[in-house]
């Protein structure tokens, strides 16, 4: 049981990364991104080519895919300062379908469908964090650094600017902010940041393919803000923890038969998201009524 | 007075831009003046406000230059104008609504880019000026109320003193007065007179002919994007012929 919960924390504390690092392009610079799977999968496939080629040592792989996922990040930014809205989801899912061929194509670096096997265990300071107990240790570490990154940039003068340029971007330049560089700035921190927690994934399970990098991690992610509270503080872990608590939920309900469950699943994501957007539009944490000016 | 002529912080020559085959700014040339206010007015659809976009950069002209101080502003981007002295207030006010009214007016004096931006002594400074415009424009109990909550005069205040608070030495202000009740109007004009007297020089766009009348020393009238009087607001508004074309009677 302990070696289940310890699992589910791990699993819960990289979908928070990744949730919170998406709601700081979403809920603060108004970029609407359904790619986010993407900079998670550039840090996965990052962190198991280093690992196994050059060092496990998150002191070589967590700058490494960061930097890389900043770069790939360029691809996203750059329909960002173009459009806004439903015509970025449009570009941004666009990226994704990108990605998910060249995972699955890319055979000498990702592995192909079949994906990375054989990824070594992160180590720190020479010493391999293989304990499933000890990773969740590094997991928490690794959110409260990036919750701490992203809530001071928030604050700073740069989460100002961030801010006004999603409520108006035209009064923003007026207001002498650079918006185009702004905006490359922010989704390149957030990419950077996402791809922490594919780092965090490929030693954890030691393992792997594109299926955990397409769309539907993106609107799981996308969904986890949404439920939780865009533009909050607290909703992207809290709609981390309940879409993922959620399946293991399901799993305890002995009377649902095992190869029905991810059907209700389905069903209950879907009836939680209709009834929050009628009842607490701006999500859990969130007020109830986000007006738009 | 200086007897050494000075550069008009604003000098705009020729300036052309049309729509297809609608001329919303046909050969615009004049000068804004320091420390007077310039009032543009004309019937709706005069290409005001469009004039006010092509200056910030919002625009690109077809042709005409813009100069501000001697140095072309055309080509530059909104935000370059802007860090170049030029401030702008919206019809629409397009306030940034989901923050504070206090950090709408710190946002507007941290034009930085970086992830990282010097603190200190100038974040102290900032704050203290931000108090002080909240106090001036009778905000300061409105402080941490998000801007999409003020009433409507607030918001037109929040506006002005996000103008105020850029540090701008040219103001553009679009409709700024529209709907203000007395007591309001009469604190707006206060701010207006008292930041022209500091050396601000102030354009602005104005359909109340009694707003026009009382606080502009000089009027454009503009109409179908032509340039067709400027002077006293006495000397425009009182000819007849412009006054026939403000009120709608075109003669044939």
Redesign the interface.
């Known amino acids: 049981m302990l070696a289940y919960l310890i699992n589910l924390g791990v699993l819960v504390g990289i979908n928070a990364v990744l949730a919170v690092t998406l709601n700081f392009v979403m809920g603060y610079a108004g970029i609407y991104s359904i790619a986010h799977a993407v900079f998670f999968g550039v840090g996965a496939y990052t962190a198991a080519f280093v690992a196994l080629h050059l060092s496990a040592s998150l002191f070589v792989t967590l700058p490494l895919a960061m930097l890389l996922a900043a770069a790939v990040s360029v691809a996203l930014a750059l329909p960002a300062l173009r459009v806004r809205g439903e015509y970025f989801v449009a570009a941004s899912l666009g990226l994704q379908v990108i990605a998910v061929t060249v995972f699955s194509e890319w055979k000498s670096v990702t592995g192909g469908i079949g994906g990375v096997t054989g990824i070594p265990p992160a180590e720190l300071f020479g010493r391999a964090v293989a304990a499933p107990a000890h990773f969740l240790v590094l997991t928490l570490a690794c959110l409260g650094a990036v919750i701490a990154a992203t809530t001071l940039l928030l604050r700073s003068a740069f989460g100002r600017s961030l801010q006004a340029l999603r409520d108006s971007e035209s009064a923003a330049q007026a207001a002498g902010k650079n918006v185009a560089a702004i905006k490359t700035l922010a989704v390149a921190v957030s990419a950077s940041l996402a791809a922490v927690a594919g780092v965090l994934y490929a030693h954890y399970i030691a393992f792997v393919n594109v299926e955990s990098f397409t769309l539907d991690t993106s609107v799981l992610l996308m969904a986890m803000v949404i439920i939780g509270g865009t533009g909050t503080l607290l909703g992207p872990l809290v709609g981390a923890l309940l879409l993922m608590l959620l399946p293991s939920l399901f799993s305890f309900m002995s009377f649902l038969p095992p190869t029905e469950i991810s059907a209700v699943q389905q069903i209950a994501y879907g009836a939680t998201m209709v009834l929050l957007m009628i009842f607490r539009p701006g999500g859990l944490v969130g007020g109830n009524a986000r007006a738009r000016s | 007075m200086s007897t050494v002529p000075v550069e008009p912080p604003l000098r705009v020559r020729g300036l052309r831009k049309a729509f297809g085959g609608l001329r919303v700014t046909d050969d615009v040339s004049f000068d804004l003046a320091a420390g007077i206010v310039t009032t543009l007015v004309g019937p709706n659809g005069a290409g005001k406000t469009t004039l006010f976009n092509q200056i910030?950069g919002?625009l690109a002209p077809d042709g005409g230059s813009i100069a501000l101080h001697g140095q072309a502003l055309l080509g530059l981007?909104?935000?370059q104008v802007?860090?170049r002295g030029v401030?702008?207030s919206?019809q629409d006010l397009?306030?940034?609504?989901?923050?504070t009214a206090h950090?709408?007016l710190?946002?507007?004096m941290?034009?930085?880019?970086?992830?990282?931006?010097p603190g200190g002594a100038a974040r102290q400074e900032r704050r203290e000026r931000v108090a002080q415009l909240l106090e001036a424009t009778g905000l300061a109990a409105q402080a941490q109320a998000r801007?999409?909550d003020l009433s409507y005069a607030q918001r037109k205040f929040l506006s002005l003193a996000?103008v105020m608070a850029?540090r701008a030495r040219l103001w553009l202000l679009d409709e700024p007065a529209s709907g203000l009740d007395r007591g309001s109007y009469e604190r707006f004009v206060a701010l207006v007179r008292g930041a022209v007297r500091g050396g601000v020089t102030v354009c602005l766009i104005e359909h109340n002919l009694d707003i026009v009348a009382d606080l502009s020393d000089r009027v454009l009238f503009l109409d179908r994007g032509r340039l067709l009087a400027e002077g006293t607001p006495q000397a425009v508004m009182g000819d007849p012929a412009l006054a026939a074309i403000y009120f709608g009677e075109r003669a044939a």
């Open positions: 910030t919002e981007a909104p935000w802007a860090r401030a702008r919206f397009r306030l940034f609504g989901q923050m950090d709408n710190l946002t507007a941290e034009p930085a880019t970086g992830l990282w931006q801007a999409v996000r850029s």
